[in-house]
Nanobody, 123 residues
């Protein structure tokens, strides 16, 4: 059974930074594509970033490109999301997700999900 546990969310002022972590238990973490999504109240789940099993080919949603960085440490079974220059519109619950196969921005292609961590950016 694969379990994903996010941490690092919180309240931050606009322009600030946060780093989210997602610890993955279970086997074969280094084989999974990992991603971050977010969902604000009343909105669709939005793709944030994804990274391949090797750490290559990271790609980002248009709204976070240039501000957020996804990375992973396969030795620690952990994926990270460094968020800089945060804006109030980044406020959402952030979810970590995993899938077999190539990177994807479509949330329905992900097999495993964490419980989410709240990020709130004040203006």
């Amino acid at each position: 059974q694969v379990q994903l546990v996010e941490s690092g969310g919180g309240l931050v002022q606009a322009g600030g930074s946060l780093r989210l972590s997602c610890a993955v238990s279970g086997h074969a973490f280094s084989s999974y594509t990992m991603a971050w999504f977010r969902q604000a109240p009343g909105k669709e789940r939005e793709f944030v970033a994804a990274i391949s099993w090797s750490g290559g080919n990271p790609f980002y949603g248009d709204t976070v490109k240039g501000r957020f960085t996804i990375s992973r440490d396969n030795a620690k079974n952990t994926v990270y999301l460094q968020m800089n220059s945060l804006k109030p519109e980044d406020t959402a619950v952030y979810y970590c997700a995993a899938r077999w196969g190539s990177t994807s921005s479509w949330y329905k292609e992900y097999d495993y999900w964490g419980q989410g961590t709240q990020v709130t950016v004040s203006s």
